[in-house]
């Protein structure tokens, strides 16, 4: 250590001007989530008790509102039943009923009843699925195999 010189005081550093600490405020509290809805499946009642499962199967409710969705393209046919479903239980009805129509026989155009195996898929999306208890298929005075009943929740007043 002979030889070690000692360096000249480095200058201060400028004076920081402290901001202040914005106080922290109580976050509000997270909302829970809504519990998970069980799957809807074409004929499967997770929604409703017993009896009104065996009145929707064999068409018993009587049917508030129809919706055709006969030729219209699956844009139209998303948009025209959300906006059907979200009336229907505004209007405070319970059961009613969405044709979708069988679809061309298979081969002519190599699908089969594409609206008819799109709709119950859509009503089991987020978008539909908090409004619905269940869907099954109808009765054949009703369009059979081509329409579904669903059965809508009550409408909360408050």
Not at 26 to 36: D, E
Not at 135 to 157: C, E, H, N
Request: charge should be positive.
């Amino acid at each position: 250590m002979r030889g070690v010189k000692q360096i000249a005081a480095l200058p201060a550093p400028p004076a920081v001007k402290s901001r202040p600490v914005p106080r922290a405020e109580p976050h509000p509290a997270p909302l829970t989530p809504a519990p998970a809805l069980p799957p809807l499946a074409l004929d499967r009642f997770a929604g409703i008790d017993r009896a009104n499962a065996e009145r929707l199967k064999r068409g018993k409710h009587r049917v508030e509102a129809r919706l055709d969705l006969h030729g219209m393209t699956q844009d139209e046919a998303h948009r025209a039943l959300g906006g059907f479903i979200r009336a229907a239980r505004a209007d405070g009805k319970r059961c009613v009923l969405v044709i979708t129509g069988r679809g061309a026989p298979k081969g002519l155009d190599g699908r089969a009843g594409v609206l008819r195996a799109a709709v119950p898929r859509w009503l089991d999306e987020p978008e539909f699925r908090p409004h619905l208890l269940a869907i099954a298929s109808a009765q054949p005075r009703d369009g059979g195999a081509g329409a579904l009943y669903v059965m809508l929740r009550r409408t909360r007043a408050g």
